[in-house]
């Protein structure tokens, strides 16, 4: 299932529903966002997609009810 949210949000922007049903349904999680803005006008921007996007995508694997397999395309 392809479930959309947000990687800049805590709880990546999901709405109840979703997070409730992949907090017990999740065996592989993949992580595919990217900004690969290399613009100096866009540095915030990437910092938020990139880095605390990950964060915000790891702390979400973390609380599943089951340990799931997180896969990273970087």
Partial sequence: EIVFGNIQEEDLGLTSKDRQNLLVTTEYFWHLAANLSFSVFQRD??????????????????????????????
């Fill in 45 to 74: 921007e990437v910092y938020k997609d990139n880095v605390l996007g990950t964060e915000h995508v790891v702390d979400f694997v973390n609380t599943l009810v089951k340990p799931a397999r997180l896969l990273y395309v970087s």
